[in-house]
């Protein structure tokens, strides 16, 4: 049996991974640490897998619209509060959408929900806004794409 390379030599020595101590005295070459092959073309597909996470749909491209929507909280919620028509309704970060903010609750008619959506898009949120909204008669589910 011929072995190429000194780390299959260590990798056919009888036993339970143990090296027996006359192989080391037979072989003395391999005692030395042998350096792993090194893989052509590793950095182009680093760089494609960085690209993939920053420009494409997954949890890192996720997690920086959640962080968006988050701090988008702060400039709608106060209109929100100040506004008695929109008293049921509540606006949050949403991790569905790749990301969003979500507005969820009641409303007193489709005029109300018209208005709600006037005073979102003037605030200009950098996400996605899911619109989940009810009215005793009605139900007003929207799925609006502001960016």
């Known amino acids: 049996m011929k072995l190429e390379t000194p780390n299959q030599a260590l990798q056919r020595t009888p036993g339970f991974g143990v090296q027996l ?21 590793l950095r182009p597909h680093a760089a494609l897998g960085a690209w993939h996470l920053v420009t494409h749909d997954t949890l890192v491209r996720q ?7 988050r701090d988008h909280l702060s400039t709608l919620a106060p ?21 969003a ?13 018209e208005r709600l959506r006037a ?13 989940q909204l009810q009215s005793d008669t009605e139900v007003f589910d929207a799925f609006v794409q502001h960016p």
């Open 21 to 41: 101590p006359g192989a080391a005295l037979i072989r003395p070459a391999q005692l030395r640490a042998v350096r792993p092959a090194r893989v052509k073309g």
């Open 63 to 69: 997690h920086m619209r959640m962080r968006a929507a």
């Open 79 to 99: 209109l929100l509060a100040s506004d008695p028509a929109f008293l049921h309704v509540v606006c949050s970060d949403y991790s569905g959408a790749g990301g």
């Open 101 to 113: 903010l979500i507005l969820h609750g009641r409303l007193a008619d489709e005029a109300t929900f």
């Open 119 to 131: 005073l979102v898009a003037s605030t200009h949120p950098p996400v996605t806004v899911v619109y």
